[in-house]
């Protein structure tokens, strides 16, 4: 994907809340290339996040706040896929907002279950909720994370089998390309 390519974010808006949220900034060849620049663009994602994150709709109009909780996620998701020491920073931070929107089981009228907060503020809840994604990821046990290794991606993913090594099918098929098109270069260079 490039800094000109206006994504199809329901096409990898997929993965744990934490791994979505940190993966509306992509690297390119250019650089980082944020996708949550406006406030419209941050409505554009709620709007696909809506019913798979609790609370996403209190993150409208706090795109600062957003891109704030979305560089301590990054921080501490890259770090794990790449089997570095977690940061200290972000794993505190995110201890903190899990614990300031504890979380406990309800029972409806009906019979279905529901979660309940703590927290006062919906937002609280929302950060919460990422917190808590990017804890559970990171934890002993909490599963595989990788990053993308196709040509101008680097995006987080949680693989679906043990030798996927894309975000995509779309992701594949550019890598495969760029290797081919490296093999041919090489050869005709001999």
């Given at each position: 994907m490039t800094?000109?390519?206006?994504?199809?974010?329901?096409a990898w808006l997929t993965f744990p809340p934490a791994v979505d949220l940190s993966n509306t900034m992509i690297d390119s060849p250019d650089g980082p290339v944020d996708l949550l620049t406006t406030d419209e663009e941050l409505a554009d994602w709620i709007a696909i996040e809506r019913g798979r994150i609790d609370a996403v709709?209190?993150?409208r109009s706090r795109l600062a706040e957003v891109?704030?909780?979305?560089s301590e996620v990054r921080g501490l998701l890259y770090a794990h896929a790449e089997s570095r020491p977690l940061p200290v920073a972000p794993r505190r931070r995110l201890n903190g907002l899990s614990e300031a929107a504890a979380s406990f089981p309800m029972l409806r009228p009906s019979g279905k279950l529901e979660v309940?907060?703590?927290?006062?503020?919906r937002f609280e809840v929302f950060a919460g909720v990422i917190a808590r994604s990017a804890i559970k990821i990171c934890s002993a046990g909490g599963g595989s994370l990788s990053v993308c290794r196709a040509p101008s991606c680097g995006m987080l993913y949680v693989p679906g089998h043990p030798r996927q090594r894309w975000c995509s099918s779309e992701c594949g098929n550019r890598a495969r390309v760029a290797r081919h098109a490296e093999r041919r270069r090489r050869a005709a260079a001999h």
């Open positions: 800094a000109a390519t206006t994504p199809d974010w329901r709709e209190s993150a891109r704030d909780l979305r309940g907060y703590t927290a006062a503020d």
